[in-house]
T-cell receptor
Framework: DSGVTQTPKHLITATGQRVTLRCSPRSGDLSVYWYQQSLDQGLQFLIQYYNGEERAKGNILERFSAQQFPDLHSELNLSSLELGDSALYFC????????????FGPGTRLLVL | AQTVTQSQPEMSVQEAETVTLSCTYDTSESNYYLFWYKQPPSRQMILVIRQEAYKQQNATENRFSVNFQKAAKSFSLKISDSQLGDTAMYFCAFMKHPPGPETSGSRLTFGEGTQLTVNP
């Protein structure tokens, strides 16, 4: 158990819908990262937050957004869902901002039908 | 941009034997970190080992060790005394140090993965 929690574990929805994925980092960790794992694109970095502020963006679609709240939990919002958004979404956390080992949550498996 | 390549999509090994997984990377950075993560059938991503590029000594963690060749940009993982529980997808990952401008941050760049099967 990494100490990072993610809810829900599984999510099935329809195209065009909007979903919210939730992540709680390890106790004391200030950085939260979101990654997408899909069959065709592998593991890809989406976005990083540090202490409530966005720090880096990867290949995150405009239909996707995220935020980190004052209690340091984070949410990833996916809207206007498409079949291709079906994937495993991981949240990871690390202690600080620089060169810190990232610990991953169990992931949320999203299926868009 | 950094790239990470794992040229072995699948490997198998007999229980108790030793196996080496390969990873190469391409970067213009001089300081960085390299990681191996494993992803068992549960799909959980588990840190196996970490290597700082400025350290000449290869990292070890119990049965897991790396062969880090900075000039060759190679970072292989050796698993000794393989166990059935080692069956998993193994990912090599790169992190820049220090982090770059806002567009790159502290992201991990992953390879495609190597599926390792340990046979009884």
């Amino acid at each position: 158990d990494s100490g990072v929690t993610q809810t829900p574990k599984h999510l099935i929805t329809a195209t065009g819908q909007r979903v919210t994925l939730r992540c709680s980092p390890r106790s004391g960790d200030l950085s939260v990262y979101w990654y997408q794992q899909s069959l065709d694109q592998g593991l890809q970095f989406l976005i990083q937050y540090y202490n409530g502020e966005e720090r880096a963006k990867g290949n995150i679609l405009e239909r996707f957004s995220a935020q980190q709240f004052p209690d340091l939990h984070s949410e990833l919002n996916l809207s206007s869902l498409e079949l291709g958004d079906s994937a495993l979404y991981f949240c990871a956390s690390s202690l600080g901002l620089y060169q810190e080992t990232q610990y991953f949550g169990p992931g949320t498996r999203l299926l868009v039908l | 941009a950094q790239t990470v390549t794992q040229s072995q999509p699948e490997m198998s090994v007999q229980e108790a034997e030793t196996v080496t997984l390969s990873c190469t990377y391409d970067t213009s950075e001089s300081n960085y970190y390299l990681f191996w993560y494993k992803q068992p059938p549960s799909r959980q991503m588990i840190l196996v080992i970490r290597q700082e590029a400025y350290k000449q000594q290869n990292a070890t963690e119990n049965r897991f060790s790396v062969n880090f060749q900075k000039a060759a940009k190679s970072f292989s993982l050796k698993i000794s005394d393989s166990q059935l529980g080692d069956t998993a997808m193994y990912f090599c990952a790169f992190m820049k140090h220090p982090p770059g401008p806002e567009t790159s941050g502290s992201r991990l760049t992953f390879g495609e993965g190597t599926q390792l099967t340990v046979n009884p």
